[in-house]
């Protein structure tokens, strides 16, 4: 019988954030070499964000705790895609700037503090209908055996009204 060492690991910088513990499992290695998303695209992820941003219900928006200067993933790792400024979110009082998943890992073990990014995902636009997964992630520091549980992501539809995106329903919510 093989033996598998759990632990739970309270971090002061993460306390009343979620849970990280080790296992004996390895990490996954990221994807590279995407494409840059359409003008479609990143007008979906941007009006998708300020829709959600503005309605306080993105899924673990509580992440970004009072940040006003906020990271948006660059990668889009289920489409195989990046994203570019126009995906950004114009909110007045708040700066959204683009980080890829790797720059944020390094500050994050450079730091030793939790970096908060909002992470965007496989969306699917079919005429005036549309699907994204949208949530707040987090790249902790790397220790070796580590394995992070988190975050929540939720699969928004959206419909498009006068050239706007307005949002329909949740379809989903996990939370890993």
Known sequence: MRELLLAIMVVPALVGQPAV??????????????????????LLVKQALENRFDARDLPDRNLLGTLTRIAVR?????ARLRLGSGALPQREGYEFY?????????????????????AVDQPVITGDIAT???????????????????????????SRVNGQWAFVAWSGIICA
């Open 74 to 78: 660059e990668e889009m790792p289920g």
């Open 21 to 42: 513990f080790v296992t004996g499992g390895k990490g996954v290695a990221a994807q590279s070499s995407a494409r840059l998303a359409t003008a479609d695209i990143e």
């Open 98 to 118: 683009i980080v890829s998943e790797a720059w944020a890992q390094a500050e994050a073990n450079r730091t030793g503090q939790a970096v908060p990014f909002i």
């Open 132 to 158: 994204i997964s949208l949530g707040v992630d987090l790249a902790v520091r790397q220790i070796p055996n580590r394995v992070k549980l988190c975050c929540c992501t939720g699969r928004g539809r959206f």
